[in-house]
């Protein structure tokens, strides 16, 4: 087992991992992301959609680069078996696949973990270093 799942606080309780600062755990949406935006009503269409391309590569080397990926869907537990399948028939690689995601957007992640949000905006590649104005809370 890996050190990072046996942290501990200063009272010797142990603490959720943190990975090391070299390893992401990207949680990574499918529908309009990784593939055609496919609305959970249309269930047939998430057999049949490709996925992008540039997606399926960057996704796929950052998991042999050692990242965690997990998929993060608004598709919901009725669609895991579909949603498996058409992960693997495509050719992802992944370590987790979590159903559910609140749909409609405007997310607001509050974590105590460090928490860094990409917006997809058609085109996957490896990230670039560039700063932004975000909300935090006041101190």
């Known amino acids: 087992m890996p050190d990072y799942l046996n942290s501990k606080n200063y009272k010797g309780e142990l ?4 990975l090391p600062n070299n390893i992401k755990n990207y949680m990574i949406d499918i529908d309009g992301t ?6 959970n009503e249309e269930p047939e269409r998430m057999v ?12 796929n ?23 498996e399948t058409w992960l693997k028939n495509s050719g992802f690689k992944y370590h987790n696949l ?4 609140p749909r ?3 997310y607001h992640w509050v974590d105590n973990h460090m928490v860094k949000a990409t917006r997809f905006e058609g ?3 490896d990230f670039i270093v560039e700063s932004r104005e975000i909300q ?3 101190k």
């Not at 049949?48 to 996704?59: G, N, Q, Y």
């Not at 990242?67 to 009725?78: A, K, L, M, V």
Request: aromatic share 12%.
């Open 136 to 138: 935090v809370f006041e």
């Open 98 to 101: 979590l159903m559910g995601k």
């Open 34 to 39: 990784v593939t055609d935006d496919v609305p």
């Open 15 to 18: 603490t959720s991992p943190v």
């Open 61 to 83: 080397k950052w998991f042999d680069d050692g990242h965690q990926i997990c998929f993060f869907t608004s598709r919901t537990e009725e669609h895991r078996e579909i949603t």
């Open 104 to 106: 409609g957007g405007n």
């Open 123 to 125: 085109k996957f590649t």
């Open 48 to 59: 049949t959609c490709k996925p992008f391309p540039d997606a399926l590569e960057i996704v």
